[in-house]
């Protein structure tokens, strides 16, 4: 994947800050601590810090630890690359179909009901339980054809899926 591919994700996580922190790492190869990085991006080191953690947490960046001296403090040596970068891409990914497929799952498993004044939309299960009626207006709830949500998941489905088996495909190549 592309570094603006990597770094679109990033912005998506941690916003725009997150974006110029990965810019940084992507170009540093032999890593940043977190000190440099908030100088070079005027930015507060608490800031930076809290940032490179949340990207951390996705797999996106990692660090080292070392301590200068006898000093009892720590310093963090931040550090990413493509491949580490790809695999929390797909992760997320991966993530994101699971929700997609949960999703899906409900669509199929349902008939749904809704009120042609103000949209609101019950199960089966709720409209019955209400005569057909709707509960905020009182208005006759009509029944709703969700195919097209149902098809749109599932087109959503697929596309992530591919990306996914093509990242697959080239590891194994
Ligand atoms: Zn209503």
């Not at 974006?19 to 005027?42: F, P, T, V």
């Amino acid at each position: 994947m592309s570094d603006e591919y990597i770094l679109r994700a990033v912005e998506i996580i941690a916003g725009e800050n997150g974006r110029k922190i990965m810019e940084r790492l992507l170009l540093a190869h032999q890593g940043k601590s977190d000190e440099e990085l908030a100088q070079e991006l005027n930015m507060k080191v608490n800031d930076v810090r809290r940032i490179l953690y949340e990207l951390a947490k996705y797999g996106f960046v990692s660090y080292i630890r070392t301590t200068k001296g006898d000093s009892r403090w720590y310093n963090f040596y931040w550090y990413t690359d493509k491949s580490m970068s790809n695999k929390a891409i797909i992760q997320r990914i991966k993530e994101i179909i699971r929700i997609l497929q949960e999703r899906l799952e409900y669509e199929k498993s349902e008939a749904f009901y809704l009120c042609p004044n103000d949209n609101t939309r019950y199960t089966f299960e709720e409209a019955f339980e209400n005569n057909f009626r709707c509960l905020s207006c009182g208005g006759e709830l009509i029944e709703v054809d969700n195919n097209k949500i149902v098809s749109h998941l599932l087109e959503l489905i697929r596309r992530l899926q591919t990306i996914v088996n093509e990242y697959e495909q080239s590891k194994h190549s």
